[in-house]
């Protein structure tokens, strides 16, 4: 894994469950500037999609973007962790 992966790995895992987060919010908290489409490369080969929450990650227009299960299954992923949220904060 190179050093950039990781630190967007790393950013990534900060995303609260029943959050989104744009590629460009990954890329400033990941420290590596304008680079959001190598955040998205970066993204779309994450060895653990379901422990690194890469689902979490939309376009900054609030379109959901790719994922490597597909649309549908992210947004299905997306919902149910709002649902989750909700119910763990009572």
Same mark, same amino acid.
């Not at 490369?41 to 379901?50: D, E, I, M, S, T």
């Not at 973007?65 to 909700?86: P, T």
């Given at each position: 894994?190179?050093?950039?992966?990781? %630190?967007?790995?790393?950013?990534? &895992?900060? /995303? @609260?469950?029943?959050? +989104?987060?744009?590629?460009?919010?990954?890329?400033?908290?990941?420290?590596?500037?304008?680079?959001?489409?190598?955040?998205?490369?970066?993204? %779309?080969?994450?060895?653990?999609? &379901?422990? /690194? @929450?890469?689902?979490? +990650?939309?376009?900054?227009?609030?379109?959901?973007?790719?994922?490597?299960?597909?649309?549908?299954?992210?947004?299905?992923?997306?919902?149910?962790?709002?649902?989750?949220?909700?119910?763990?904060?009572?």
């Amino acid at each position: 894994m190179t050093s950039f992966a990781e %630190k967007v790995y790393k950013a990534v &895992l900060t /995303i @609260p469950l029943g959050e +989104v987060r744009s590629y460009k919010w990954v890329a400033q908290k990941a420290g590596v500037g304008c680079s959001y489409r190598a955040v998205g490369q970066v993204l %779309k080969r994450n060895p653990y999609p &379901l422990i /690194i @929450p890469c689902h979490r +990650v939309i376009k900054s227009n609030n379109k959901i973007g790719g994922y490597v299960f597909g649309a549908k299954q992210k947004k299905f992923l997306l919902e149910w962790e709002r649902k989750l949220a909700q119910c763990l904060a009572g």
